[in-house]
């Protein structure tokens, strides 16, 4: 397959990590705090729910860990998700000036954005392993299943991200759908509650948002410590959806990018 052999070439593989460095710091340029803002909105965002929940509704612990711990777990792959998906739906769009140069990779302009994304979220994997240490939950070998299901998220982002930023440059409006889209599934997420609380018949329903495995993923690995294939039903689902996507987005991306030129 193509897309896995421009992967494997290690020229290309310099400049997406060189392009993503770019974009992060370009992205954030123009104010007098650049980068750390990258890290500053996450960082207000996670307070401003805590209070809310923690403080001002006085949510309990959750199976005796601290709401705290149990809220940032599901949050920060949220967070990459989100970021990642909205920024490289219009990432073709933005970048038409490449797509027209004969020797650039046009399927390398999605992958940038979720690098840049990719570099934001190992900083707030780290946060958590830090935040852990300080209520005394010490790393075992559980936790180097963080990996695992960091290539899940990156699997799906970029199965998505191929099909939105494919689709925008026909059509406008994918944006604002994505963006859409992305409050909905904030909401439907097991972030703020646990998925044993929901109503067993629509149970069923919610589990077939692939962010489950992910959310759940996260807090088996830092909290639970559940190996991720205990689960088999939801991780053979999740495998099949995304592997599903990605194929789709593939030969999508590739049938429509001979047609990129001539709209932009």
Known sequence: MQFIYELKNKENYRLLYEMSRKDLYIKYSGSNLGLMWAYIQPFLSILIFWFVFQVGFKSAPVDDIPFILWFITA??????????????????????????????????????????????????????????????????????????????????????????????VFFKDISQIVSMVLQFGFWLTPIFYSITNIPEKYVTFVKLNPLVYIVNGYRDTFIYKNWFWEDTNLMLYFWAITILILSFGVWMFKKLKPHFSDVL
């Open 75 to 168: 949050i920060v792959p949220w967070f990459f998700f989100s970021d990642a998906l909205a920024t490289t739906t219009p990432s073709v769009v933005e970048n038409s000036y490449l797509v027209k140069k004969i020797n650039f990779k046009i399927i390398l302009m999605p992958l940038i954005k979720i690098f840049s994304s990719l570099i934001i979220h190992i900083f707030f994997i780290m946060f958590l392993f830090i935040i852990f240490l300080l209520y005394g939950f010490n790393p075992d070998l559980y936790t180097i299943q963080v990996f695992y299901y960091l290539l899940c998220s990156t699997l799906l982002i970029t199965g998505l991200s191929l099909i939105t930023s494919s689709l925008m």
